[in-house]
Nanobody, 119 residues
């Protein structure tokens, strides 16, 4: 089973930046296995469903939701089994709990990290 631990969230003003990290671990989860997975960042705002915002595949190709394109950058460190999300030019509508998971996601999710953007 995979464990996912997100960190790096916080309170930031409109136009600010944050960098989120997600560390993956598990009994049968090694660097080689992690290399083969497409990983994504997702977010869930209050009263809304959880949606994906960015994905990076095993080859490093990235895709972004239209709402974050040009502002967010996803990256990965396979040796550390870690995924990052650099968020710039943050807006109040980016306020949400952010999660990472495989794309498509595993059943289990981490606790997420809260991002709050004030206007």
């Amino acid at each position: 089973q995979v464990q996912l631990v997100e960190s790096g969230g916080g309170l930031v003003q409109f136009g600010g930046s944050l960098r989120l990290s997600c560390a993956a671990s598990g009994n049968t989860f090694n660097t080689y296995t992690f290399n083969t997975y497409a990983m994504g960042w997702y977010r869930q705002a209050p009263g809304k469903q959880r949606d994906w915002v960015a994905v990076i595949n095993s080859g490093g190709t990235t895709i972004y939701a239209d709402s974050v394109k040009g502002r967010f950058t996803i990256s990965r460190d396979n040796a550390e089994k870690t995924v990052y999300l650099q968020m710039n030019s943050l807006k109040p509508e980016d306020t949400a709990v952010y999660y990472c998971n495989r794309r498509p996601p595993w059943t289990n999710w981490g606790q997420g990290t809260q991002v709050t953007v004030s206007s």
